[in-house]
């Protein structure tokens, strides 16, 4: 700064091959300033890299990632385990129904079955139209899977045995 001032003083006094030299000599002097502080950002940016990588690959910091990484592991581990078993309890209730409506249906089928044949037992004593009703409607409960208006049903029959 004092080689421009130095120059702009030579400037007013008419001195200029003296302004020249000084105007010269303090732009290459802020050049070189200049370059100086540039490089000296690029040091400590390579500085900054290099404390971060060997921060990064230390074995503390390295062990410190592994013990990181398998806790969240066993963590993801455990929330797979409850998910498979909320599934298998799942699929066990749903087997489960499927049992029972199965089951369900097969005795429905069988106590219509036995109030088929007690009507086929009564048949005589019924008049034709009442026991073709009666045929009639056990079917429709049939379908229905109805079974205590099955139960109804055949306590209608013994009402008229």
Not at 18 to 36: E, G, H, P, R
Not at 74 to 95: F, T
């Amino acid at each position: 700064m004092l080689l421009f001032l130095a120059g702009f003083v030579c400037f007013q006094y008419g001195l200029s091959l003296l302004t020249s030299l000084f105007y010269l000599l303090a732009n290459k002097i802020m050049l070189l300033a200049f370059s100086v502080l540039a490089l000296l950002g690029v040091a400590a940016l390579f500085k900054a890299v290099y404390g971060e990588m060997s921060a990064y690959f230390n074995s503390k910091s390295a062990a410190l990632r592994q013990y990181l990484s398998l806790q969240i592991r066993r963590q993801d581990l455990a929330r797979l385990k409850v998910a498979e078993w909320r599934q298998l309890g799942y699929l066990q209730r749903l087997k489960r129904q499927h049992l029972l409506a199965a089951d369900n249906r097969k005795q429905a089928a069988e106590l219509s079955a036995s109030i088929n044949q007690e009507l086929l037992t009564v048949r005589s004593q019924l008049p034709t139209a009442e026991y073709k009703y009666l045929r009639k409607t056990l079917r429709k409960y049939r379908k229905q899977a109805d079974i205590s208006a099955m139960l109804a049903l055949r306590q209608q029959l013994h009402v008229v045995d």
